[in-house]
């Protein structure tokens, strides 16, 4: 069974750097995307980017001068970075899982169960 | 960026109702549209994929329709469980992007 877990600091200072990670098992890395999603509380959902089981990277151009998502294959694992933070980065971060599976087939299908990021002094 | 935009933004209705949410796309996004299920303090859990398909696992009562720019999550007989808020998004091009979500309550 496929599971990924998120893990970092819950509290973050205003123009710091938001640092995440998660850790998946019970499958390859090969052949998907592995994506960071964000929900500010009571809101909807943010897709910040994602990163390629080759490496390669995509943003949401909304985030991009501040994102960077990196894989770490050897210890089934990507993280996020997000700098220069304020109150408006607040939300609950998740990892995913995106599937391709031919035809119009590409959805999230494992999630991680989610970790709440406060950004106060 | 394709805007996702869902109505209604919140719906009550009881246990046996027929419901059916609608989520339209700025442009053509083909089939490439989710529907996810969301309850309090979860993560959001794919229900159908590619418009049309059912996620497995996921009851029979769940059913999506649509192509290009309109799209419906139809479920045929609400059971208690079905109570939380759903969100379509479309996976046709990056940024992926997410409808506001429809919150479904118990009238």
């Known amino acids: 069974q496929v599971h990924l877990q998120e893990s970092g600091p819950g509290l973050v200072k205003p123009s710091e750097t938001l640092s995440l990670t998660c850790t998946f098992s019970g499958d390859s890395i090969n052949y998907y995307y592995w994506s960071w999603i964000r929900q500010p509380p009571g809101m909807g959902l943010e897709w910040i980017g994602y990163v390629h089981h080759s490496g390669s990277t995509t943003y949401n151009p909304s985030l991009k001068s501040r994102v960077t998502i990196s894989l770490e294959t050897s210890k089934s694992q990507f993280s996020l970075q997000l700098t220069s933070v304020t109150a408006a980065d607040t939300a609950v971060y998740y990892c995913s899982r995106e599937r391709y599976c031919g035809g119009y087939c590409r959805h999230f299908d494992y999630w991680g169960q989610g970790a709440l990021v406060t950004v106060s002094s | 960026d394709i805007q996702m935009t869902q109505s209604p933004s919140s719906l009550s209705a009881s246990v046996g109702d027929r419901v059916t949410i609608t989520c339209r796309a700025s442009q053509s996004i083909s089939s490439y549209l989710n529907w996810y299920q969301q309850k309090p303090g979860k993560a959001p859990k794919v229900l159908i994929y590619?418009?049309?398909t059912l996620q497995s696992g996921v009851p029979s009562r769940f059913s999506g329709s649509g192509s290009g720019t309109d799209f419906t999550l139809t479920i045929s007989s609400l059971q208690p469980e079905d109570f939380a808020t759903y969100f379509c998004q479309q996976t046709h091009l990056t940024p992926r992007t997410f409808g506001q979500g429809t919150r479904l309550e118990i009238k």
């Open positions: 590619a418009a049309s």
